[in-house]
C-alpha cells in the first residue's frame, strides 16, 4: 500500500513514518510531487483544513493520502493560535517568532492561566472520495521561555506537566507515545490495518466516510 503524506514538514514525516510504519506500507510526501500547488489553509477548523489537503492531494496523485491540520489552543488567548499556529506571527513565520509572540502575548500571566493543548486532526482520504478522520489532544502548559532542541513548532515552550519536560525536551521515541499526533496516529493505523484486510478479502469495501469517509 502506498500513503501519500500531505505535507513537506520533514519533522512531521519523520513522526508520522516512525509510528505507521508496517510491512508493505510505502510511504511518499509532497516533497516527491513538487508540481502539486501549495494548499490554501483557509478553514475555520482543524478538520476544514486536513480534509482540504488530503482530497486535493489524494485528487492530485491518485494515491491514498493522508494530511493533518495541528495546533495549539491556550485557552487564556480564547483558543489562538489555533488553526492560525503555523502563521501566528505572520506568513512565512518562522517557529521561533510563533513562540516568541505567544510567550509576549503571555508574559506576566501566572502559571494557573498558561494552559494550553495541542490538537492534531487527520483525514485518511481515497482517491474515490472515501475518507476517515481521527483526533488526537495533548494538555500542557505554556512555559516563560523556549527549552529544549528536540522537536519543532512550540515544542519548546510546551510544557507537559507529567515528565517535568517541554516537548522539545522529552526525546522522540517518548513523545512519540503521548503526543496528539500519536494519538491521531495511532487510529489512522487502525483504519489501515482494517483496509489492508479488506483488500485481502474479494469483495470487501473498505469502511470509510463518503464525500464518500474512509
Not at 89 to 110: F, H, I, R, Y
Not at 115 to 121: H, L
Not at 181 to 200: C, D, P, W, Y
Request: charged share 25%.
Amino acid at each position: 500500500m502506498l500513503l501519500v503524506l500531505a505535507t513537506k514538514n520533514q519533522g512531521k514525516i519523520r513522526e508520522i513514518e516512525k509510528i505507521l510504519e508496517r510491512p508493505g506500507l510505502e510511504f511518499r510526501s509532497l516533497r516527491d510531487y513538487p508540481d502539486i500547488p501549495e494548499v490554501q489553509e483557509d478553514g475555520q477548523t482543524f478538520l476544514d483544513n486536513a480534509l482540504k489537503k488530503a482530497e486535493l492531494t489524494a485528487l492530485a496523485t491518485g494515491e491514498m493520502t493522508l494530511a493533518d491540520d495541528s495546533g495549539l489552543v491556550v485557552e487564556i488567548l480564547a483558543g489562538a493560535p489555533g488553526v492560525y499556529s503555523a502563521r501566528f506571527a505572520g506568513e512565512g513565520a518562522t517557529d521561533a517568532a510563533n513562540n516568541q509572540k505567544l510567550l509576549s502575548l503571555l508574559e506576566g500571566v501566572p502559571e494557573e492561566g498558561r494552559k494550553a493543548r495541542f490538537v492534531c486532526t487527520m483525514v485518511l482520504f481515497a482517491p474515490d472520495g472515501a475518507w476517515k478522520q481521527a483526533e488526537g489532544t495533548c494538555p500542557g502548559i505554556i512555559t516563560r521561555e523556549p527549552r529544549g532542541d528536540q522537536g519543532f513548532g512550540y515544542d519548546p515552550v510546551f510544557f507537559v506537566p507529567n515528565y517535568q519536560k517541554t516537548m522539545a525536551e522529552i526525546p522522540l521515541e517518548e513523545k512519540n507515545r503521548i503526543s496528539h499526533r500519536a494519538q491521531a496516529l495511532r487510529k489512522v493505523r487502525s483504519h489501515l490495518e482494517a483496509l489492508a484486510g479488506t483488500a485481502r478479502r474479494p469483495g470487501a469495501v473498505p469502511g470509510l466516510n463518503s464525500r464518500k469517509s474512509v
